[in-house]
């Protein structure tokens, strides 16, 4: 078993460095990558959140944090996007408009496309608008929704609304998702699904195309 919270406490420090090589460790060490995104990635996240919340922490730190998950995450992804297995389905992702965090987001769409969805990531700050053209466009069987902020979530319920005034909603399945998000408020905006990490949303995508 590989002790993860080294890892952890170079997310927490920011330190891009150390978080790059204790990754590369841990995967030649036969960790799951998985669980380094969880146990070492997420959890270094967790802290640098709460001590941003207490005060300790501010702006730069999260930055810092993010940066070096961002760049752990890369040396990851080859282990997470399988390659040559059949396609199960389309799915479009987004962070909606007024919020820049996309490193969940990121973490949701490498998992669904190493599980075999074709994956079509629209970044962060997306337009209610840019959802509704893409979903027009690609004819997606999945658009996944993410939301990190109390005040971006309500977005979430407006691109649903904007797919239905487009005449679209009933050609796609919506999943929304982030930490501030529930499955009662994903029933009140009227998803389909909610989902509460990257792990989660490989299995309920997967019941929501009835696989
Ligand atoms: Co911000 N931030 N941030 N931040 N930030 C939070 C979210 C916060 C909780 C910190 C805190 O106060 N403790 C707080 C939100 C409070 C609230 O609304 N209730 C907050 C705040 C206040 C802010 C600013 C307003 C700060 C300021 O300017 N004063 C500002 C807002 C900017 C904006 O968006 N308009 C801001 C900015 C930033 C940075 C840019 C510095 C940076 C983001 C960088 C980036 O993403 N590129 C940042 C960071 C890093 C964080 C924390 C520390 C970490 C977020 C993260 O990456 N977690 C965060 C505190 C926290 O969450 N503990 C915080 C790791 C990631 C893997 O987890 O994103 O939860 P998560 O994703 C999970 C699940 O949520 C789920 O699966 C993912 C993977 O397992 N999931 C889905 C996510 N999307 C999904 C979609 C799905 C399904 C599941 O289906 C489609």
Redesign the pocket.
Known sequence: MVDLSPLSGAIEEGDRDRAVQLTAEGLSAGANPQDI??HG??SG??A???K??SGEYF?PD??M??RA??AALEVLKPSLEKTGIPTIGKVV?G?VE???????????AT?LSGSGFEVFDLG??VPEKKFVDEVREKKPDIL?????????MPVMGRVIKGLGVAGLRSSVKV???????TQDYANFIGAD?????????IP?CKQLLGK
Not at 144 to 152: D, E, P, V, W, Y
Not at 175 to 181: L, Q
């Open positions: 995104i969880i990635l997420q996240m967790g640098v959140g709460e941003f919340s702006l999260m930055l944090a993010a998950m961002k992702i962070t007024g919020d820049m965090h996309d490193i969940g987001k990121n973490v949701v998992f962060l700050n996944g929704l993410s939301a990190l902020l109390t005040t971006t999943i929304v998702g982030g930490a501030p998000v699904a909610y989902a509460h990490d990257g792990g989660e949303a309920v």
